[in-house]
C-alpha cells in the first residue's frame, strides 16, 4: 500500500512539473510570437517609409522640376553658335605667356628688411605655434631613430 501512495504522489508531482513545464513553454512560445508580430509591424512601417521616401526622391529628381529651378535660380542659357569650337587647340593661342621682361618690371626680390617689417605687421595678427613639450616618446623615436641609422650603415647586427 506504501508503495502506490508513493507511486501516487511521484505520478502527480511528475503531472505537476510536466504540467508548469507546459506552460511555462507556451508562454514563451506566445511571448515570441507577440515579438516576432511586432518585428513584422515594424518591417512593415519601414517598408511604407521607404516607399514613400522613394517617391519623394523620385519627385524632387524629376528632370521637369529640376529645369525650372535651374531656369529660376541659375540663370542658365543655352550656348551660342559662337560659343562653340571645334578644335580645343585654338583654345591655348588665346592664352598671354609671360616673358622675363615683363616679370623683372612688375616683381622684385623682397630685402630682409622688408620681410622683417612685413613680419612684424603680422606678427601682431597671428599667433605663432607653441612647440610640442619633449616627451619620452620622442626620446624613444630618437632612439629608435639611431639605432635604425646603425643597421642600414652595417654597425649592428
Do not use: C
Amino acid at each position: 500500500m506504501k508503495k502506490n501512495v508513493l507511486h501516487i504522489i511521484l505520478f502527480f508531482t511528475f503531472a505537476a512539473l510536466s504540467g508548469g513545464l507546459l506552460f511555462y513553454t507556451s508562454q514563451s512560445v506566445q511571448r515570441a510570437e507577440d515579438e516576432l508580430y511586432n518585428i513584422q509591424v515594424s518591417v512593415l512601417k519601414e517598408k511604407e517609409a521607404i516607399h514613400a521616401l522613394k517617391a519623394e526622391w523620385a519627385f524632387l529628381n524629376s528632370p521637369a522640376r529640376l529645369e525650372a529651378l535651374a531656369l529660376e535660380y541659375l540663370d542658365l542659357v543655352p550656348p551660342d553658335v559662337g560659343q562653340i569650337i571645334s578644335d580645343a587647340s585654338s583654345l591655348f593661342e588665346s592664352v598671354p605667356v609671360l616673358q622675363d621682361s615683363f616679370i623683372e618690371e612688375n616683381f622684385h626680390e623682397i630685402s630682409s628688411s622688408e620681410l622683417k617689417i612685413e613680419k612684424e605687421a603680422f606678427s601682431s595678427v597671428f599667433v605663432t605655434p607653441r612647440k610640442k613639450p619633449i616627451r619620452k616618446n620622442a626620446v624613444i623615436k630618437k632612439r629608435f631613430d639611431t639605432i635604425l641609422n646603425e643597421i642600414i650603415a652595417g654597425g649592428v647586427e
